[in-house]
C-alpha cells in the first residue's frame, strides 16, 4: 500500500500459525506489506499425546520456520507457552512447564503465550498462574488468549489474574476481543488485540468500526491464521478498508503495525533494525542442511530488497 512517494506502509502480523500455512501464504503476506510475523505456541487441532510432541513443536517454532519466513523476506517471531486445552491433560502440563523456560529466553521468543482460559476449568487456571509467574520472572511480555465461550467473564477474570500476580497491564496483550471485551481492556489498561476471521467472529469491517469509535491508542490488529479457515492478509486487508473508510493514516500504522512492536518489543528481542534493512533473500540458503526449493524451481536471489505494494489487494 503505497502512502506517500516513498512511504510504503509496513505490517506486523502479530498472531500468525504459519507452521500451518503455505509458501504461498509467505509471498502473499511479503507482497502485502507484511514485514514480520508473532507465531504464538498453541494446540494443533488435536490434543498431543506427549511432551516429546511440544519439544520439538517449539524447537520448530525458534528454528526452522524462523529460517522459512527469512527466504520470504519476512522476520519471524515466537511466543511460547502451554496453551490452556492441554493443561487439562495434567501429566502433558507438568512436563511441558517444564521445557517453557528453556525456550523462554531463546532468540526471537517475544512473550510467554497464547495462556489463559478455554474452559475456565480448575487445571486451566493452575497453569495460567504459574506461567504468569514465570513471565514476571523473567521480564517477558504474556499473550493472553481468551476464551470463545463466555468471552466477556473469561476475559474479565484473565486481566483480574495477571493483577493478582503481579504483572503490569502494559505488559500484557489480551488477543481475540470484541466489542463486548474492548472497552474493559482498554479501561484497566492492557493492550487489546483482535484477531480478523473472515465471514464469521471479528471482520475487516467490524475492525473498522471499533477503530473509529476508539481509535488505535493500544489497539492491534492480526490474522490468528492457522489450520483453520482464516485469512494471512487480514492485516493488510483490515489496514485498506481502514483507510478506504476514512480512518486516519496514523490510527491505521499504530494499530497494524507500531502498537505490536511496542508491545512485544517490550522483550527486548524485536526491534525495528530487524527489518529495514534486511538482508536480501537468497532462497540458496540450507537450514540444517534443508532447502525451501523444490525440483528445478530456481532460487530467488535478491540483489537488495525491493519495496512492496499492496494496492491489488482484494477485499471480501
Ligand atoms: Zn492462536
Not at 472497552?183 to 480478523?196: K, N, P
Not at 473509529?212 to 483453520?228: E, F, L, P, Q
Request: aromatic share 8%.
Amino acid at each position: 500500500m503505497r502512502l506517500g512517494d516513498d512511504d510504503t506502509m509496513k505490517f506486523i502480523d502479530a498472531h500468525a500459525h504459519m507452521i500451518s500455512r503455505t509458501t504461498d501464504d509467505y509471498e502473499a503476506m511479503a507482497a502485502s506489506g507484511v514485514v514480520a510475523v508473532i507465531e504464538p505456541a498453541f494446540w494443533l487441532g488435536q490434543p498431543r499425546t506427549n511432551v516429546g510432541s511440544y519439544l520439538d513443536y517449539l524447537s520448530t517454532l525458534v528454528g526452522f520456520e524462523r529460517f522459512r519466513a527469512s527466504q520470504f523476506g519476512i522476520r519471524h517471531y515466537c511466543t511460547v507457552g502451554l496453551n490452556s486445552k492441554e493443561a487439562n491433560n495434567e501429566e502433558l502440563a507438568e512436563a511441558v512447564m517444564d521445557l517453557i523456560p528453556r525456550f523462554a529466553l531463546k532468540e526471537g521468543v517475544v512473550a510467554i503465550g497464547e495462556i489463559g482460559y478455554d474452559e475456565q476449568t480448575p487445571l486451566e487456571d493452575k497453569y495460567f498462574r504459574l506461567q504468569l509467574d514465570l513471565a514476571r520472572e523473567l521480564d517477558l511480555p504474556v499473550m493472553i488468549h481468551t476464551p470463545h465461550r463466555d468471552k466477556k467473564r473469561g476475559t474479565t477474570r484473565s486481566m483480574d489474574v495477571c493483577i493478582e500476580h503481579g504483572l503490569e497491564p502494559g505488559k500484557v496483550i489480551i488477543d481475540h476481543n470484541n466489542e463486548e471485551t474492548v472497552r474493559e481492556v482498554l479501561d484497566r489498561g492492557f493492550w487489546a488485540a483482535f484477531s480478523i476471521y473472515p465471514c464469521t467472529k471479528m471482520g475487516n469491517a467490524r475492525m473498522v468500526e471499533i477503530l473509529r469509535h476508539y481509535g488505535a491508542d493500544r489497539i492491534i490488529v492480526d490474522s490468528a491464521c492457522d489450520w483453520g479457515i482464516s485469512e494471512p492478509l487480514a492485516v493488510a486487508k483490515t489496514a485498506k478498508l481502514a483507510l478506504q473508510s476514512g480512518v486516519p493514516e496514523e490510527h491505521v500504522r499504530l494499530a497494524c503495525y507500531r502498537n505490536a512492536l511496542e508491545a512485544y518489543g517490550q522483550s527486548g528481542q524485536m526491534s525495528e533494525e530487524d527489518w529495514l534493512n534486511p538482508p536480501p533473500i537468497d532462497q540458496r540458503t540450507l537450514y540444517e542442511g534443508n532447502s525451501i526449493l523444490r525440483g528445478g524451481r530456481p532460487p530467488v536471489v535478491e540483489a537488495r530488497r525491493s519495496a512492496r505494494s499492496a494496492d491489488d489487494l482484494v477485499i471480501e
